[in-house]
């Protein structure tokens, strides 16, 4: 396997000699080491302790809690140097390619999927993620093609048909995504996924009277729903109802955190003028799923009350 810069500049920074050890005992803090891992035999090592293989993968994801994608990314570029073992190899494969899609490397993500689904090529696991990242990189296309994939495969699989509704429905296939929402909710009537996916569509097809009545009569259902509360905000932005945006902003804030004392001192931050074109809401490719973030404006907060 080819290095990378990026493991080339790791491989530096720790040794060439002395890189493997290092990023297995320095960097992922190992628990104590079977033969195998300090023979010197270094292109022959292999990990086989169970609770080797989990401290690996969580000192990884330890990186990656702490914003360290890029440290992350090299190690798993340099373990997958190593002879790991199948179920290993996966499971480092799986968090690169993850890696990769946060910090919006999505063709090398891409990249590490498809190895994956060669070695692997039904594996529902790897298809619901890359469809997942294919969505995140606005391919909502390919990603709803992954989408049926995996449910060829696995048709009672709830969260992949609600994430391919909610994908059709970014791709502006509305009647296609209401159908399949409706479907859903024939055998999960309580799916706040789908009742909330349905309000959306109305919203972006710039029926908000119908919109908002859905979402307040959803209320009643799904009280801490922070989803729900932030629907309703953008509904009142786009009517320009400022203040009950904001206070729905507020409520959205305090249902995550009732403990944050920003929640008294938030304010949405939107465009000056509501996202409607043609007097029809916009869909998240044209960034209205995006366009509703908090920010806190020092001085301001009062002025919206």
């Known amino acids: 396997m080819k290095t990378s810069n990026r493991s080339r500049q790791f491989l530096k920074k720790y040794g060439k000699l002395g890189c493997i050890s290092l990023t297995l ?158 479907q859903i909710l024939k055998t999960q009537p309580q799916s706040e996924k789908a009742l909330i996916g349905l309000a959306q569509i109305a919203h972006w097809r710039g029926d908000l009277n119908t919109a908002q009545d859905q979402l307040l009569a959803l209320r009643q259902r799904f009280p801490e729903s922070t989803r729900l509360t932030l629907e309703l905000a953008k509904i009142y932005y786009t009517r320009q109802e400022i203040k009950l945006a904001n206070c729905d902003e507020r409520r959205r804030r305090y249902l995550a955190d009732p403990s944050a004392e920003v929640v008294r001192q938030v304010r949405v931050n939107l465009p000056q003028q509501p996202v409607v074109t043609g007097g029809v809401g916009t869909h998240p490719g044209q960034h209205v799923r995006e366009s509703c973030v908090v920010a806190r404006q020092e001085g301001r907060a009062e002025e919206q009350r």
């Open 25 to 182: 005992s320095l960097l992922f803090s190992l628990l104590a080491p079977s033969k195998t891992i300090v023979s010197r035999a270094i292109p022959n090592l292999e990990i086989t302790q169970s609770s080797q293989k989990s401290s690996i993968l969580a000192q990884i994801q330890t990186l990656t809690a702490q914003g360290k994608n890029q440290e992350a990314i090299a190690a798993c570029q340099v373990l997958l140097t190593t002879n790991l073992d199948a179920e290993t190899k996966y499971l480092v494969q799986m968090q690169l390619a993850l890696l990769y899609s946060y910090e919006k490397e999505y063709q090398n993500s891409f990249n590490a999927y498809e190895q994956l689904l060669n070695d692997r090529p039904n594996d529902t696991t790897v298809k619901f993620k890359y469809a997942e990242v294919l969505s995140w990189s606005k391919r909502y296309r390919p990603s709803i093609r992954r989408y049926n994939e995996l449910l060829k495969i696995q048709p009672d699989n709830l969260e992949a048909q609600l994430n391919r509704a909610e994908v059709l429905s970014w791709d502006g296939q509305y009647d296609a995504a209401i159908g399949a929402y409706r």
